[in-house]
C-alpha cells in the first residue's frame, strides 16, 4: 500500500507555480529568486508532484500568526 | 612594519626541523649572562642586540628598525646532547611502540601498511578527520615479532611525561632520536607523520630556539634594580647546564657526570616549555613562587587565548555595586562622582560653548564638573593639570576638543550580565550623585534582572555623537518598556509599588485636604484646586492618568467568583476607569506591575513612551507616598490563627491520612481499580497524590478564611508585591507533600525512606508528607524530607541555567545576523531568504497587544463609546 503523502495533515500544500504566476506574484521583490529557499528533488514532496528542477514551488502552510502563510522553494538538484 | 598589508592564504602546522631553526635564527646564544657591569647587553648573551630592542631609543641591529617598530627575532641555542620535547613525550612513546626496535619499520606486514596508505589518502582526499585510523593504526600495530626482520620486540613504556623504558632500560634521548631516524618517510606516512613537513626525529630537540627580547623583556624597578622575566630565567638556567655539559664532555668526564648533568638539561628544558607538566616538579623563582614559562602564558582562563585574544576589554567604562533610589527617573542612573570625574566625553569647542569649556579647564580634574584632557587642533592630547591650565586657557578655541567630565543629562550604556535579552543593555541618562554606588529606579530591575544583594552593573560612556544619537533613540529605558517577548510591559512596578498603590487606592482610604495636597506635592503632581472636603485615594491615583483615559479590567485581587459582580465587587478587585478617574477597583499587580501591568500597557500603547515614562516615575513617587501615610510591616504574627482554626486543619489532615490508609488497604486488598494506561501501583500513588494535594489545599483555605486584607503579609499576596497564599499557608497551616523526581519520597533505604517505618509502608508520613507548618516546626523526620526536596530543587535550578544557557548561545549564533528589511523580508548575510515576511505575519511583538496583531475587542469597545 502507498500512501499518499501530499493528504497528511503535517504535509503542506505544494504547487508547482506556473510562468504567469510566477511574473505575478514576484512583480515588485527585493530579492532574487535564487536566493529563496531550496527544496531538493529528490525530496519525497517534489517527487510526489512532478516538480523538475528549477521550478518554485507555492508553499501554503498553517501559520501560529498569520493563519494561512504563503512561501516559496526553488527547486534544486 | 606597519606600511604592509598582508594576507594570509594558508596556515601550515607542522614540526620545525633544526634546520629550520637555525635558518630563523639570528644569533647563537652561548653565555648564560644577560648585562655586563655597565648595563649594556652582552654579545651572544640572552639579551644580544640582535634579538631586537625594546628601548625606542635604540636601533635593531638586525633589521635596523627602532624599538616598538622591530617585533623582534629569534636566536638558537645548540644544544650538548638531544632532548625530548615535553609536548611529545606521548607521540614519541606511541611511535616507537608501532616500529620495529631494530630496522625501525611498522609493526604491520606489507599489505596492511598499503592498506591504510589507501585509506589515509581516501580521508585527505575527502578532506576528513584522520584522528580515528590513525588512532587505529597504532592500537593494530602492536606485535612479538616484527614482520620485516623478524627481530623480537621488547616492550616499551612511558614513565610520563618524557621517559622511554625498553625492556628494563630507560633509553637516552639519543637513543630514542636514532630509533625514529630509521623509520623511513613512507612509514612514517602511515603513523601520521606528513613527511612534508615533519620528520619523526624532529620531536627529539637538538636545537632550542630563543625567542626575542620583545617577548621576555626585562623591568627596571624603581630602585634602578633590572628584574628578568620568567622565561629569560629559564634561559639562563638551560644555557649554564648546557656550557657545563660541553666543558665535562670535552674534558672526558666520567659518564654518569655527564648523565647527571644531560639529565638536568632534560629537566630544564621540559620546565621551560611546561613548567606544570605531571610527574616533574615546578621549577620556582628565588622567592618559592613557580616560573610561568611558556605552556602557562597560553594555558588556562588566565592564559593568551581565552584571556587576551577572546577578552576584550574598553575604555570609558566603569562598573561598581548597585543600588536603588526611587527618587530619580526609570531614564536615569546615578554615577557616583568619582566614577564621574574618571570616564569622560569628548566635547567640540565651539563660539557657542566656549566659555563653559574654560569653567571646566579651570576646574581640572579633580572638581567635578571638569576636564581630564584637551585635544589640540594638531591632533596632540595635553593632560589638564595645575601647571598647564593657563596655557590650555589661553589658546583654547573652537575646534579643540575637551574630554570633560561626565556630567547630568549624558547619555550612557548601562548593563548587567548576563546579557540574555535587549533590554539588558539599554541607554541612560546621568545623574551624578554622591557616594560610590550606581543608582537606579526600581522598575528598570525585572529587565535587568537585578537586585541589590551585591549585584554589580557596567557603565559605558558613548564618545562620538551618533552612537548618542542613535542611543537615545533605540536604547533609551522608555523605549523599553514594552518587551519585544510577549507583547506587554517589563518594565513597570514591584514589591512595595504596588502594596503601596494597593494601600493608597483601597476602599476605606481616605485622606483630608491636607493630607491630600501633601502627598501630590511630595510626587511632583500639579497641585489641584481645593475642593475643601476629604480626597479619596481613587481620586489621588486619579491625577496620573491621562484625562481621556478608560480602561475596564478584572484586578489581581480577584477571586475569581462564579458569577462577577463587577462594579459591585465586594473585594474592589473590578477596575473601572472612565475618562482618567479611577471610579471603581484598587490598584495592584494588574494595574502597573511588571509583566502584567493593564494600565500601564495601555498607556504605553495609547500615548507613547514619554507619557507611560512620566506615569511610572509619578505612580512609583505616589505608591511611596502612600505606603508611607499606611505604613507596611510584616510579622510571624501575620500568619497567626485562632486555635480553633488549627484545630480544624489538623482534623481535616487527620481524615486526608484515614483516606490514603483507605486506599492503601483497598490496594492490598486488591480492591483497587487501574486507570486506563496504567499500573495497579502507579494509579496508587496518583490517589494518594491527590488526595494530599487536597487536604493541603483544603488546610490552606481554612487559614485563608482566617486572613483579611488588614493582614500586611495578606496584602502583599493578594496584590501581586511579593509571596504568594501558597507561601502564608505552609507558614501557617500545612507545608505538604515533599517531592523527589515528581513522585513522592521512595528512595533511601530497602523498601523504605526511613529506618523508623516498616518495609513496604505507603502511609502519608511514611513516603514524605509534611503535616507540620513552618510555623508551627517540623518533626525530624519531616524536616530530612524537607531537606530531599528542597535539594532536589536546587540542583534543578543549577542545571536549568547552564542548559538554557548553551540552548540560547546555539540560537543566538544561529540568528545573529539576521535583517529585516523594511517590506518584511528576512535574510541572512548573503542575503538568502528565511521569511518573506517577518514572523509570517510582519508584527514586531514589542508593538503588538501580547502578540496578538490588535486587540479586537478592545477596538470595538472603543467604537461603541463613540
Not at chain 2, 599489505?111 to 591504510?116: D, L, Q, S, T
Not at chain 2, 620583545?214 to 627596571?220: E, G
Not at chain 2, 491615583?541 to 480602561?551: G, Q, Y
Request: hydrophobic fraction near 35%; charged fraction near 30%.
Amino acid at each position: 500500500m502507498k500512501i499518499d503523502i501530499l493528504k497528511h495533515n503535517l504535509v503542506p500544500k505544494h504547487e508547482i507555480m506556473s510562468n504567469s504566476e510566477i511574473k505575478k506574484s514576484f512583480k515588485d521583490l527585493d530579492y532574487e529568486i535564487k536566493n529563496l529557499p531550496k527544496i531538493k528533488l529528490s525530496d519525497p514532496v517534489s517527487k510526489n508532484i512532478d516538480a523538475k528542477e528549477g521550478d518554485i514551488l507555492k508553499i501554503t502552510r498553517d501559520s501560529q500568526t498569520a493563519g494561512t502563510f504563503v512561501t516559496y522553494r526553488v527547486v534544486e538538484k | 612594519m606597519n606600511k604592509f598589508i598582508k594576507k594570509i592564504a594558508q596556515i601550515n602546522f607542522g614540526l620545525m626541523s633544526p634546520e629550520d631553526i637555525r635558518k630563523m635564527s639570528v644569533v647563537k646564544i652561548e653565555t648564560p649572562d644577560t648585562y655586563d657591569e655597565d648595563g649594556y647587553p652582552i654579545e651572544n648573551g640572552l639579551m644580544d642586540p640582535h634579538l631586537g630592542v625594546i628601548d625606542p631609543s635604540l636601533k635593531c641591529r638586525s633589521c635596523g628598525f627602532r624599538g616598538g617598530e622591530c617585533q623582534g627575532h629569534f636566536g638558537s641555542i645548540n644544544l650538548a646532547r638531544p632532548v625530548i620535547h615535553v609536548g611529545f613525550g606521548d607521540v614519541i612513546h606511541k611511535i616507537l611502540r608501532s616500529t620495529c626496535n631494530e630496522c625501525g619499520r611498522i609493526l604491520l606486514d606489507d599489505v596492511a601498511i598499503e592498506e591504510y596508505r589507501d585509506k589515509i589518502n581516501d580521508l585527505l582526499n575527502q578532506g576528513e578527520n584522520l584522528n580515528d585510523l590513525i588512532k587505529e593504526i597504532y592500537n593494530i600495530s602492536k606485535k612479538d615479532v616484527c614482520p620485516h626482520c623478524e627481530a623480537e620486540q621488547e616492550d616499551i613504556k612511558i614513565d610520563k611525561p618524557i621517559s622511554i623504558i625498553q625492556g628494563d632500560y630507560k633509553l637516552t634521548s639519543s637513543e630514542v632520536r636514532e630509533k625514529l631516524e630509521k623509520i623511513t618517510d613512507d612509514d612514517a606516512f602511515v603513523l601520521g607523520v606528513n613527511p612534508e613537513v615533519a620528520r619523526p626525529e624532529w620531536l627529539i630537540l637538538t636545537v632550542l630556539p630563543v625567542p626575542p627580547v620583545t617577548v621576555r623583556p626585562s623591568i627596571t624597578l624603581d630602585t634602578g634594580e633590572r628584574s628578568e622575566d620568567d622565561l629569560t630565567h629559564k634561559l639562563v638556567d638551560i644555557l649554564r647546564i648546557n656550557q657545563r655539559l660541553i666543558e665535562n664532555m670535552e674534558a672526558g668526564a666520567p659518564q654518569l657526570i655527564v648523565e647527571d648533568l644531560w639529565e638536568l638539561l632534560q629537566y630544564h628544558v621540559t620546565t621551560y616549555f611546561d613548567n606544570e607538566a605531571s610527574g616533574v616538579p615546578p621549577a620556582r623563582h628565588r622567592s618559592g613562587r613557580p616560573l610561568k614559562t611558556l605552556a602557562q602564558r597560553l594555558k588556562g582562563k588566565e592564559g593568551r587565548f581565552r584571556s587576551n585574544l577572546s577578552g576584550k576589554r574598553v575604555n570609558f567604562s566603569a562598573r561598581t555595586v548597585i543600588s536603588p533610589d526611587p527618587n530619580i527617573s526609570i531614564n536615569e542612573v546615578g554615577v557616583p562622582e568619582m566614577i564621574a570625574k574618571e570616564v569622560t566625553v569628548p566635547s567640540y569647542v565651539t563660539d557657542w560653548n566656549i566659555d563653559e569649556m574654560k569653567k571646566y579647564i579651570e576646574n581640572g580634574p579633580d572638581i567635578h564638573p571638569g576636564a581630564n584632557y584637551v585635544i589640540r587642533l594638531d591632533g596632540r592630547k595635553i593632560r589638564v593639570y595645575d601647571e598647564t591650565k593657563e596655557a590650555i586657557l589661553e589658546k583654547l578655541e573652537p575646534g579643540y576638543i575637551v574630554e570633560r567630565h561626565l556630567n547630568n543629562g549624558d547619555m550612557v550604556l548601562f548593563n548587567r550580565q548576563p546579557s540574555l535579552h535587549r533590554m539588558s543593555m539599554m541607554a541612560h541618562e546621568v545623574k551624578v550623585l554622591p557616594y560610590k554606588t550606581f543608582r537606579l529606579n526600581l522598575c528598570v530591575c525585572p529587565p535587568y534582572n537585578a537586585d541589590f544583594d551585591g549585584d554589580e552593573m557596567n557603565m559605558h560612556v558613548f564618545q562620538t555623537d551618533e552612537s548618542r544619537a542613535e542611543a537615545k533613540s533605540l536604547m533609551r529605558v522608555q523605549e523599553h518598556i514594552l518587551s519585544p517577548r510577549f507583547g506587554g510591559p517589563i518594565i513597570g512596578a514591584i514589591h512595595d509599588h504596588i502594596s503601596g498603590a494597593y494601600l493608597l487606592t483601597r476602599e476605606e482610604s481616605t485622606f483630608t485636604e491636607e493630607q491630600a495636597l501633601q502627598i501630590i506635592r511630595k510626587s511632583h503632581l500639579p497641585i489641584p484646586k481645593r475642593k475643601n472636603e476629604d480626597w479619596t485615594g481613587k481620586e489621588l491615583f486619579s491625577l496620573l492618568l491621562p484625562d481621556d483615559f478608560n480602561i475596564n479590567y478584572k484586578a489581581e485581587i480577584c477571586r475569581k467568583c462564579d458569577v462577577c459582580l463587577k462594579e459591585d465587587c465586594e473585594n474592589d478587585a473590578y477596575v473601572v476607569i472612565k475618562d482618567g478617574q479611577l471610579l471603581y477597583g484598587a490598584m495592584d499587580e494588574k494595574a502597573y506591575g511588571s509583566f502584567s501591568g493593564k494600565i500601564l500597557d495601555a498607556i504605553m500603547k495609547e500615548y507613547g513612551p514619554t507619557r507611560t515614562k512620566e506615569f511610572l516615575d509619578r505612580s512609583t513617587d505616589l505608591a511611596i507616598c502612600g505606603i508611607m501615610k499606611t505604613g507596611i510591616t510584616t510579622s510571624t504574627n501575620d500568619e497567626e490563627i485562632p486555635d480553633e482554626a488549627q484545630e480544624r486543619i489538623n482534623a481535616h489532615l487527620v481524615m486526608a491520612e484515614e483516606k490514603v490508609d483507605k486506599l492503601v488497604v483497598a490496594y492490598e486488598e486488591g480492591e483497587l481499580e487501574a486507570l486506563p494506561g496504567r499500573s495497579l501501583e502507579e494509579t496508587l500513588e496518583m490517589k494518594i497524590m491527590q488526595v494530599l494535594g487536597e487536604a493541603r489545599d483544603k488546610s490552606g483555605e481554612i487559614a485563608e478564611s482566617y486572613f483579611g486584607m488588614d493582614n500586611h503579609s495578606v496584602v502583599m499576596a493578594l496584590t501581586g508585591a511579593r509571596a504568594s497564599m501558597l507561601n502564608l499557608t505552609q507558614i501557617t497551616a500545612c507545608v505538604g507533600q515533599q517531592s523527589v523526581r515528581g513522585g513522592r519520597i521512595h528512595r533511601g533505604y530497602i523498601d523504605r525512606t526511613l529506618p523508623h517505618f516498616r518495609k513496604s509502608e505507603l502511609g502519608a508520613k511514611a513516603k514524605g508528607f509534611v503535616h507540620s507548618s513552618y510555623k508551627g516546626g517540623l518533626d525530624p523526620i519531616e524536616f530530612f524530607f524537607h531537606a530531599m526536596g528542597g535539594r532536589e530543587g536546587l540542583v534543578d535550578t543549577a542545571i536549568r541555567t547552564a542548559q538554557s544557557g548553551y540552548m540560547q548561545r546555539r540560537l543566538v549564533n544561529a540568528l545573529q545576523d539576521l535583517q529585516v528589511k523594511e517590506s518584511g523580508l528576512v535574510t541572512d548575510n548573503n542575503g538568502l531568504v528565511i521569511q518573506t515576511m517577518f514572523g509570517e505575519d510582519g508584527v514586531d511583538p514589542a508593538k503588538s497587544d501580547y502578540g496578538k496583531a490588535a486587540d479586537l475587542d478592545k477596538i470595538i469597545d472603543e467604537m461603541r463609546i463613540k
